[in-house]
Every structure is written in structure tokens, then in C-alpha cells.
């Protein structure tokens, strides 16, 4: 394994699959035709007592909102302090402090953003590379870039694979198809240069690095693949991670006139229409369908209610 892959494998926070009593996967790593990319579906589950686990989902997702939106740096020196004098005063600080940095907007997207996240660390084992939320200057605005940047390396390629994360949630898949994919096309197409969709988000990177990566060796390496005037600017590759949340009117009948089965089917059986309609607004934009994108997509019974409890829960 060579040094970058070490260096990379430290900042991959591990899991125990919890997710997975709240979410169950109806499709995995489907080839989506014409295009490089893979879909993926996932459905809520319900508990005992056939309701469904979407708060409780929540409150998981919750409980991610340190690990996602505070550098990896200061979690370990959080977990260091606790470990030296059993005191969790560092850990509970680090929550209040991600908390501040969710905004309090109604039509907020970033409980898709946590999702995105935890799906790609559960699914894809692609670590964080740095946090878009420890750079807001404010809970009350909205980080302008991408909404989640992974890395990952190639040995294979003997390139570094940056990924770009982009969610949307909408009542309409559709819409929430086409917006994503209009996010996405610049970060992933555009060329190098000071005017790139990318530039702001690669200098905050390079600017921000030893802020977020407790690990002064990898910081020497990567920098290298952003700096222009290193060769091994011409080993990084542009991919891209998708989450797409939209409403599933199916779930309005759970134990009225459909079992969760059914729904599941339901899911199932509009799948092949989802991924087409994908297909064809990846060709929208050339090249796009030779760019490898990994497509999460999950219904819910109301993204809107979704919005609500991920507030509520926040306590914002």
C-alpha cells in the first residue's frame, strides 16, 4: 500500500453499518445505461409495530452531525482529551459548535447533505476530505460550492479520485433529477482555470487542509495534487457522489391499503424509469456520461415533513 493510500485510509471514520436497521437497500451498484455511472436505492424501514423509522432515522442522523461537519483534526484531539482525563467536556463542546453551523431555513437541504455523506462513508468507504461546514462564517448561510468533497486514491490509475457531492431534495423526483445534475456538470466538466465551477472549492481546500486532516504527511502529499505547478496536478480526477431524495405518495397507504412490501415493490418498479430519466439528463451535458457519478436515490413520505423533523430534531 503506498503512503497516499495509508494517508487516506486514517481520515475513513468507521462504521457498524447502523444504518442499515433504519434503511434497506432496494437496488446496489446498477449500471446506468449510456452513462458510467451506478445507481443505488435505498427505502426506510419499519419498526415492530409497522411504523416507519423516518424520525427516528433522523435522530441517527443526528448523531453524525460532529463527524460530518467538524474537521477530523479536532475530533481526535476531542478523543485524545477524553481519553487522557474521562472527561467528555471536548466531545459535547464540538457538538454545540456543529450545531451552530446548520441554518435554520425551511426549505434547508443540508439533512440530504448529512445523508449523502453517511451513505458514501457506509456504501463507498470514501473518507471525507474536508468539511464544507467548518468554513461558514454563519449558521444562517448556506456554504456556496459543493455539498461534500471525498477523496479517495487509484493505485490501479496511480491517480487521486476527488469527488463531488451534490443532494437535492424535492417533492418531484424529476426535478430533483434535473437540479442535481445541473449542480454537478461543472464541478465534474469544467477545465482547469481561476474562472472553474471547482477553483473556489480547490483553494479553500488547499487553504484549509491543515485544518482538517490530522495527519502532516498527507497534507504534504495532497497539497501536491492541487498545486498547478506540480505534475501531479495531471493525476487528479474529477468524479462525483449524488443524493436524491423525493416524495413517494405509496407511503400515504402504509397499513391502509399497502404493506411495506408492496411499497417496496412500488419502489422497485419505478426504478428503471428514474435511471432513464437520469441517463438522459447526464447526456445532456457532454461527456458527462463518461465522468464515473455514483446516483443514491431514497423516497420519503414528504420531504418537506423530512425538512421538519431534521429542524426539529437540530433543535433550530
Known amino acids: 500500500m503506498e503512503r497516499i493510500e495509508k494517508a487516506i485510509d486514517s481520515l475513513l471514520i468507521d462504521t457498524n453499518k447502523e444504518i442499515f436497521s ?15 455511472s451506478k445507481g443505488y436505492c435505498y427505502a426506510l424501514k419499519i419498526d415492530g409495530n409497522n411504523n416507519l423509522r423516518l424520525q427516528e ?4 442522523i443526528d448523531t453524525k452531525i460532529v463527524d460530518y461537519a467538524i474537521p477530523k483534526k479536532e475530533i481526535d484531539k476531542a478523543r485524545e482529551h477524553f481519553i487522557e482525563t474521562g472527561s467528555t467536556s471536548k466531545i459535547i463542546s464540538l457538538k454545540k459548535q456543529a450545531v451552530s453551523l446548520f441554518t435554520e431555513l425551511k426549505n434547508t437541504g443540508e439533512g440530504g447533505e ?5 451513505l458514501t462513508l457506509e456504501i463507498l468507504k470514501i473518507p471525507q476530505l ?27 490509475s496511480k491517480t487521486l479520485d476527488l469527488y463531488w457531492g451534490e443532494s437535492k431534495m424535492y417533492e418531484d423526483v424529476n426535478s430533483a433529477i434535473n437540479k442535481c445534475f445541473t449542480s454537478l456538470n461543472g464541478f465534474l466538466l469544467d477545465p482547469m482555470s481561476h474562472s472553474s465551477t471547482q477553483e473556489r472549492d480547490l483553494i479553500l481546500i488547499t487553504q484549509n487542509i491543515n485544518n482538517n486532516v490530522n495527519n502532516p504527511e498527507f497534507e504534504e502529499l495532497i497539497v501536491e495534487y492541487f498545486d498547478k505547478d506540480s505534475e501531479l496536478s495531471n493525476r487528479l480526477v474529477y468524479k462525483g457522489i449524488c443524493f436524491i431524495g423525493y416524495d413517494m405518495k405509496a407511503y400515504k397507504e402504509l397499513n391502509k391499503t399497502k404493506t411495506i412490501d408492496n411499497i417496496k415493490d412500488d419502489i422497485q418498479n419505478e426504478l428503471q424509469s428514474h435511471y ?11 461527456l458527462l456520461d463518461t465522468k464515473e457519478i455514483h446516483v443514491f436515490l431514497m423516497p420519503f413520505p414528504s420531504v418537506s415533513e423530512f425538512r421538519k423533523y431534521y429542524l426539529e430534531t437540530l433543535n433550530l
Do not use: C, W
Open 22 to 36: 433504519r434503511i434497506e437497500e432496494i437496488a446496489f451498484e446498477l449500471d446506468i445505461e449510456n452513462t458510467s
Open 57 to 60: 432515522l433522523i435522530e441517527f
Open 114 to 118: 448529512l445523508l449523502l455523506y453517511i
Open 130 to 156: 474536508i468539511s464544507k461546514m467548518s468554513l461558514k462564517t454563519s449558521g444562517q448561510l448556506h456554504y456556496q460550492g459543493s455539498d461534500g468533497i471525498h477523496v479517495n486514491y487509484n493505485s490501479v
Open 276 to 286: 432513464g430519466r437520469i441517463s438522459e439528463r447526464i447526456k445532456n451535458f457532454p
